[in-house]
């Protein structure tokens, strides 16, 4: 599971847990029973979230969006002026800007991005902006846009 707060994206791993009771081999042998091998019995089954590792968005803005692609090896995030692409295996190596909003010093952009999301079945990506606009983008190699 990826969840995000304001700079920093975290990979929880959830595991099944079962507590089980086993058997003691002195109240068998108390019992009359023989000796064998000790029976377990389940107590409880509950699941166990483990962080794996963190990313951290080295930005000033928040991060408004968190999007995982369909390949499972990459997920992407989204704040105001940039989107970056994350790899969930390679944790030193550096982000890939997608798309990134250029504004100059001093300058007040008045379009920012409000939503970025990848697509279910194929590598493309859109993103939505202030102004209505939603753009489609393709990361394949070979694509034409």
């Known amino acids: ?7 920093e994206v975290k990979l929880i791993r959830y595991v099944n847990k ?3 009771k086993y058997e003691s081999v002195k109240r ?3 019992k009359g029973m023989g000796l064998e091998i000790p029976r377990s019995k389940l107590v409880s089954e ?5 962080h794996v590792s963190s990313f951290k968005a080295g930005n000033e803005q ?8 369909p ?10 002026h940039r989107i970056s692409l994350w790899n969930l295996e390679r944790q030193g190596n550096p982000v890939y800007n997608l798309y990134e909003k250029i504004t100059k010093r001093g300058q007040v952009s008045d379009e920012i991005i409000t939503k970025a999301k990848f697509s279910t079945a194929s590598p493309m ?3 939505t902006t202030s102004k209505g606009a939603i753009r489609i983008c393709d990361l394949r190699e070979s694509s034409s846009f």
Request: aromatic share 8%; charged share 30%.
């Open 125 to 127: 990506f859109l993103y």
């Open 71 to 80: 390949d499972m090896e990459n997920f992407m995030t989204g704040d105001e």
């Open 1 to 7: 599971m990826l969840a995000c707060n304001q700079r």
């Open 28 to 30: 068998r042998l108390n």
């Open 46 to 50: 509950a699941r166990e979230g483990k």
């Open 62 to 69: 928040h991060l408004h969006s968190l999007s995982l692609s």
């Open 18 to 20: 079962k507590v089980k």
